[in-house]
């Protein structure tokens, strides 16, 4: 039995969320939220919400235990791209590609 949770147009560009999922890809569910409470980065707040979010559709959803659930899977996908002008001299302007993010984490039982 899987739980899953996604979070989508999170304001996070893909490949710096990434290096963070790669962290807790794998692990114990409770480990991975220790993980991500001490991991300095942006990205980890964003994914900490997502898998504590999976935790809880796991435990009141499909009444599975919380202390034996594991990260089964964690994608990181991008999103639509924001695009804003920047000023720049002379009357030119440059364009700025804001990046967004989907985060979908899902929860396996051991």
Known sequence: MEAKAIARYV??????ARLVADL???KSALEALEILT????KAA??????LDSAI????NNHNMDEEKLFVSAIM????PVLKRLKPRAMGRADIM????????VVVSEK
């Open 38 to 41: 001490y991991t300095n980065k």
């Open 97 to 104: 590609h804001k990046k967004t993010s989907h985060i979908t």
């Open 11 to 16: 304001r996070l560009t893909p490949r710096k």
């Open 24 to 26: 807790v890809r794998g």
């Open 56 to 59: 809880k559709n796991a435990s």
């Open 45 to 50: 707040v964003s994914i900490k919400k997502t």
């Open 76 to 79: 990181i996908d991008e999103g």
